[in-house]
């Protein structure tokens, strides 16, 4: 009977412990793809802005489709020929509250983008959220599909946000606090504005 039950404690701590492993291992490859494609999504990002032909080749998979920030439905040679020919343009691409789920052979990323560019020479939206699908294809991670989802704003930010461009300067840190500090200011005047309109009201009450 003791022996038995010894053998049984061996054989379900054998197990806990492949299982431990298991999920480690599975845990570390998550992450070692996540970190390949932040790699490639970076070199694709360097790619649309230097209009680099062959890498965007290698990075984009043949059966590609992308929605762009402008609505604009692109298969791969599209954005290559686009990108190529200047009819699409990046001057900066910026992301960040960037997450990737690992699922087998496939890969989605979700997160924040800021960009600066023209889509057939008008301006592109700023600020976007995406989502991207990757596959692994002959051993190598390509992009097989992007979706671009402009964030919608208040016209109030959005008003003050374009004020605040019209202002910058190759000095940003000065152009920013300039902006921050008239932004406190206008906070400051409306609310001396409320506390006027209170004491007259309370005034005309007595």
């Known amino acids: 009977m003791r022996k038995t039950f010894v053998i049984g404690v061996l054989i379900f701590t054998t197990v806990s412990i492949a299982l431990a492993q298991t999920q480690s291992a599975r845990r570390n490859q998550n992450t070692s ?6 790699q490639l ?14 890498a965007l080749n290698r990075i984009y998979a043949d059966d590609f489709i992308g929605i762009g920030p402008s609505g604009t439905v692109r298969t791969k040679p599209q954005v290559i020929l686009d990108f190529t020919s200047g009819e699409l ?26 960009m600066i ?12 959220r995406f989502t991207r699908v990757w596959i692994k294809d002959g051993g190598r991670w390509r992009l097989v599909a992007n979706h671009y ?7 109030t930010e959005m008003a003050y946000r ?8 190759t000095r940003w840190t000065g152009a920013a606090g300039a902006c921050f500090a008239s932004s406190l200011l206008a906070v400051r005047i409306s609310a001396t504005q409320v506390s006027a ?3 007259e009201a309370n005034v005309s009450t007595i």
């Open 149 to 155: 989802s402009p964030l919608i704003r208040s016209e």
């Open 197 to 199: 309109t209170t004491l």
């Open 41 to 54: 999504d970076h070199e694709r990002i360097q790619a649309q802005i230097g209009a680099n032909a062959v």
């Open 162 to 169: 374009e004020s605040c461009d019209a202002r910058r300067t």
């Open 117 to 128: 560019g023209q889509d057939k020479g008008k301006a592109v939206p700023r600020d976007n």
């Open 33 to 38: 793809v996540e970190q390949v494609i932040r």
């Open 89 to 114: 343009k990046f001057q900066s691409i910026t992301t960040d509250d960037v997450r990737v789920r690992v699922y087998g052979n496939t890969a989605v990323e979700t997160g924040r983008s800021t």
